[in-house]
């Protein structure tokens, strides 16, 4: 489900935090069209899928539950670009109580389907919600808040060309499938190599230093909407980033570092036993991976998707690359290994980049995008 939704999305979260703050009185038929395209194409995906029989594994033969697993992919999809149009629309204040309450209503849930329908309990859990929160978000954006932005920047639509967003689109497909592909590939490598514990020990690591990454990034996504909407106060929002990211990382990265065997050990001896150390090494990669994100931020601003698409390739190339060449000898420490490395090297590569555009918004001249291309 996840994965038919990922691929059907077209990249457009990006795309709709990058546009919609300078989309004026076009943001309705942008948000609209957009919708249209990735549902219909999460249709054919789906339907496909599901022809062609690769679900038979999990997916009952009964053609009510196979039609419910396509109509269920797609309002996902939708539910997967919610979240990016709030962001673009700056209503971001929606996004923490929209996924709380669905989460919540994912446990609510949870123990009753799993009593009524042993084998899909966990699907129908997580797919009862979406349908809710699909009605309300879309409500919420189609009557309010896309008019209200409408109406604030009547006339002042700043959208490129259509052929200009058919290549940034392109370029941004690639470089999220690239993404997408390789973080599927990471647990499935952990399994064929080391066995489905040994995955179990490394996924929970993953999990909490990618919830600390996708914090810092959500903090750049933010100021990639703000400095959209208005570059004139660029200042403002790289500082105020700057700030918000220190605070968030190096107190998140010397917690974590510290306290790693003590949040292992709420889950389990075994996972304290076998996770420590690769915690330590995630945990310690997430400032290359910040510098990498602050510097992408500019890159969208620029509209440089080819150097956004070989930054997310190479990333996956070294960070896969290097998994595989370790793992035989260091077993699931490599992945960390894999990911300090990927992740300085970028630092390395990006970070003279980052200061430059950071020195130049604050130089007398001012940061413009046409500048930096």
């Known amino acids: 489900m996840s994965l038919l939704a990922g691929l059907a999305s077209l990249s457009l979260g990006s795309t709709f935090v990058r546009f919609l703050p300078v989309s004026g009185d076009q943001t309705r038929q942008l948000v609209a069209r957009?919708?249209?395209?990735?549902?219909?194409?999460?249709?054919?995906?789906?339907?496909?899928?599901?022809?062609?029989?690769?679900?038979?594994?999990?997916?009952?033969t009964a053609l009510g539950w196979r039609a419910l697993f396509v109509v269920v992919v797609v309002f996902w999809v939708i539910f997967v670009l919610q979240d990016a149009a709030l962001t673009g629309l700056r209503a971001t204040k929606w996004v923490p109580v929209e996924n709380t309450l669905f989460g919540l209503a994912k446990l609510a849930l949870l123990p009753l389907f799993v009593i009524l329908f042993p084998k899909q309990g966990i699907f129908l859990a997580w797919s009862a919600p979406v349908f809710f929160a699909v009605a309300l978000v879309t409500r919420y954006l189609f009557r309010t808040r896309i008019p209200e932005h409408e109406a604030a920047n009547r006339g002042r639509s700043l959208l490129p060309s259509g052929k200009e967003i058919a290549s940034i689109l392109a370029a941004q497909s690639a470089t999220e499938l690239v993404a997408i592909t390789s973080g599927l590939l990471m647990p499935l490598i952990v399994i064929s190599r080391l066995g489905a514990s040994a995955n179990g020990h490394f996924y929970l690591p993953w999990t909490i230093t990618v919830s600390l990454s996708l914090l810092i990034s959500n903090v750049l996504s933010s100021f990639l909407v703000e400095a959209a909407h208005d570059p004139r106060t660029m200042r403002l929002h790289?500082?105020?980033?700057?700030?918000?990211?220190?605070?968030?990382?190096?107190?998140?990265?010397?917690?974590?570092?510290?306290?790693?065997?003590?949040?292992?050990?709420?889950f389990?001896?075994?996972?304290?036993?076998?996770?420590?150390?690769?915690?330590?090494?995630?945990?310690?990669?997430?400032?290359?991976?910040?510098?990498?994100?602050?510097?992408?931020?500019?890159?969208?601003?620029?509209?440089?998707?080819?150097?956004?698409?070989?930054?997310?390739?190479?990333?996956?190339?070294?960070?896969?690359?290097?998994?595989?060449?370790?793992?035989?000898?260091?077993?699931?420490?490599?992945?960390?290994?894999?990911?300090?490395?990927?992740?300085?090297?970028?630092?390395?590569?990006?970070?003279?980049?980052?200061?430059?555009?950071?020195?130049?918004?604050?130089?007398?001249?001012?940061?413009?995008?046409?500048?930096?291309?």
Do not use: K, N
């Open 268 to 373: 389990g001896a075994t996972y304290a036993e076998h996770g420590v150390t690769l915690l330590r090494l995630l945990f310690l990669a997430v400032p290359g991976s910040a510098v990498t994100s602050f510097f992408t931020s500019f890159l969208w601003l620029e509209r440089r998707m080819l150097v956004l698409t070989c930054r997310q390739v190479a990333d996956a190339v070294v960070f896969l690359g290097a998994t595989l060449l370790l793992i035989g000898h260091f077993g699931l420490l490599a992945v960390g290994i894999a990911s300090l490395v990927t992740e300085a090297l970028q630092a390395v590569i990006f970070l003279p980049g980052a200061i430059g555009r950071y020195r130049t918004v604050h130089s007398e001249a001012g940061w413009t995008p046409r500048a930096a291309l």
């Open 238 to 266: 790289v500082d105020r980033t700057v700030r918000l990211t220190l605070l968030i990382l190096v107190p998140g990265v010397t917690v974590g570092v510290t306290l790693a065997p003590y949040m292992l050990r709420i």
């Open 34 to 60: 957009s919708y249209g395209a990735c549902t219909s194409l999460a249709l054919v995906l789906t339907v496909v899928y599901v022809a062609a029989g690769f679900g038979h594994r999990f997916l009952p």
